[in-house]
């Protein structure tokens, strides 16, 4: 999915501050990066104000993707606090990095092959690399998933979700992602190309854990079963999913 907003993207910076109640949230991951880029059919751009997917697979593209993303969920859940009377304050940065360490979150510094959202300092970081090669071997719609996901940790805090087992946490977060990103497409803010839903699918599934990880272990995110279904109920009927009433 790779994505043009009608107005200037911006970089991959936005916003304002937050307190904790997490820590560390993360999407998971067990994806290959693969060498050298496919080839990606050109489209033509979309109308002002909406985004839409296309197959490209440049560092460009996906830097691209990010920020189009952002932007998407920023204005989503800025819509969803608006009609219910509260005030929204976006995630305050997205950060990328490139070696273990280089990022940390409250002291505890990031691994390779992962993104999060740290609640401590109130960011998103993401692996560059990592995040790169799942963008070229799932697709570009894996990127919207991603940001989704660990901006949906930042409206967990911002509500005051905190569950008793990090698997409640994670498969919120992912019908959380999944309602922004359907909603968003009924809405016109975002068009899909075809091939999207597939990447969704595909890309939710291979951040699953393993089949043998205890439920209620400390970073269960939930098998790739449970996480598409989560997904897809969120992206098929909205934050109603999503056990937020």
């Given at each position: ?17 937050v ?10 991951g ?32 996906f830097?691209q ?179 937020l009433?």
């Open positions: 999915m790779g994505a043009r907003s009608g107005r200037d993207a911006r970089g991959p910076l936005a916003g304002l501050l307190a904790a109640l997490v820590s560390l949230a993360c999407a998971g067990g994806l290959a990066e693969p060498e050298g880029e496919r080839p990606g059919a050109s489209r033509p751009a979309a109308s002002p104000g909406t985004t839409r997917a296309d197959s490209t697979t440049s560092v460009a593209e830097e993707d990010v920020a189009d993303a952002q932007d998407i969920a920023e204005r989503y859940w800025a819509a969803q606090f608006k009609a219910s009377g509260q005030r929204f304050q976006p995630v305050r940065r997205i950060t990328p990095y490139q070696r273990a360490g280089e990022v940390s979150c409250g002291g505890q510094p990031l691994p390779r092959n992962n993104a999060v959202y740290c609640s401590r300092g109130d960011f998103i970081a993401y692996d560059v690399a990592w995040s790169v090669g799942a963008f070229r071997q799932v697709g570009d719609a894996f990127v919207f998933y991603l940001l989704g996901h660990e901006y949906a940790h930042g409206i967990q805090v911002r509500l005051g979700i905190n569950y008793s087992f990090t698997i409640q946490q994670e498969l919120q977060a992912d019908c959380m992602a999944g309602a922004y990103l359907g909603d968003s497409v009924r809405s016109g803010a975002l068009r899909l190309a075809e091939g999207d839903l597939d990447e969704f699918r595909e890309g939710v599934a291979a951040v699953g854990d393993d089949p043998d990880q205890p439920w209620f272990a400390e970073g269960a995110h939930g098998t790739a079963e449970q996480r598409t279904d989560m997904f897809f109920r969120g992206y098929e009927r909205s934050l109603k999913e999503c056990d009433g």
